[in-house]
């Protein structure tokens, strides 16, 4: 999953302190070619570790995009065109999103979904509209189109209708993404299947979980629940709670989602949690390298039933 190009770094090179699976030559080159490429669309801005700003107060965060030139297989003579489409789907956002005012309602409809965003402080006022569900997780409204996906604010849909509907109609389409599934597994015992794809809605899945289950499992629902981790928008992983074995699936859902959340674009959260009659409670968190899990009193008193403490 995270082969590399023979022109990467090796891992003996001092690492970026921002984007640790860069080494700082590599992090480095992406920054410049982030600030040149920025220039080249008339746009002046101040590169900083972990984002870019312009003397107005505008910025952009480059975690995704650092990721994504991480990931991709083809190495760092990739990386120039890898920014470049990158910066032109920035530059083209600050508008706002267009096809509100390009596309009929009933086709803006076809394309409403639902979204989780990191709940960070910053993003409350404009996206702060959803009921509350993953914590540490904003839901919010997205348009899913042919190059972006662009969020809504609640200002961009209060011009579209009432909220509860348009929510409804973004779960329908939520349901019809479609995705690959496939099982982890050790010798622990531990054990998770996990649902991927290219959609930006995948981890969105976990807001009908109940349903995913029983549609790419064997396992319906049990009394005790569903772990669950979202690492990042294109993942998500679940194990139905059914025995014993639920301590060391916990664990190792811990270290999949710590790793994935750190080198992932579209990183949403490192924790796993506990969906239970559509309600999510955080269970464990892990270090960024998955090598130290901890669990929270929930996750605690979930682990000594199991084993019948």
């Known amino acids: 999953m995270f082969g590399r190009g023979e022109r990467r770094d090796g891992l003996e090179q001092p690492r970026d302190r921002e984007f640790t699976y860069l080494s700082e030559a590599e992090a480095a080159r992406l920054r410049v070619l982030v600030r040149d490429a920025f220039a080249e669309r008339g746009i002046d801005v101040t590169v900083e570790p972990g984002r870019v700003t312009t003397g107005s107060g505008w910025r952009s965060g480059l975690t995704n995009l650092a990721a994504v030139c991480h990931n991709d297989r083809r190495g760092p003579r990739r990386w120039p065109a890898l920014v470049d489409q ?32 990191p709940g960070e402080p910053r993003l409350l006022k404009a996206f702060g509209y959803g009921p509350p569900s993953v914590p540490g997780l904003l839901e919010v409204l997205a348009l899913d189109l042919p190059e972006t996906v662009d969020m809504l604010t609640a200002d961009h849909l209060a011009g579209l209708g009432d909220l509860t509907a348009l929510r409804e109609r973004a779960f329908q389409n939520l349901r019809a993404v479609r995705v690959d599934k496939e099982r982890v597994k050790d010798r622990s015992g531990a054990r998770f299947d996990v649902l991927r794809g290219d959609s930006y809605f995948v981890a969105s ?29 294109h993942r998500l992983a679940y194990h139905v709670i059914r025995d ?42 892990s270090d960024d390298a998955g090598e130290h899990v901890k669990l929270t009193a929930e996750g605690v008193a979930l682990t000594a039933r199991a084993v019948g403490g």
Do not use: C
């Open 244 to 285: 014993s074995d639920v301590v060391p699936s916990l664990n190792l859902m811990a270290r999949f989602a710590a790793r994935g959340h750190e080198e992932s674009p579209g990183a949403l959260s490192p924790a796993v949690f506990r969906w239970q009659d559509g309600e999510f409670t955080q269970v464990a968190t």
């Open 205 to 233: 899945l976990a807001l009908v979980l109940d349903e995913v289950v029983r549609r790419y499992g064997k396992d319906a629902p049990t009394p005790d629940g569903i772990l669950v981790a979202l690492p990042h928008r």
């Open 86 to 117: 990158h910066v032109d789907r920035v530059v083209r956002s600050l508008n706002g999103p267009q096809a509100l005012k390009a596309l009929p309602h009933e086709q803006l409809l076809t394309r409403l979904h639902p979204r989780f965003i």
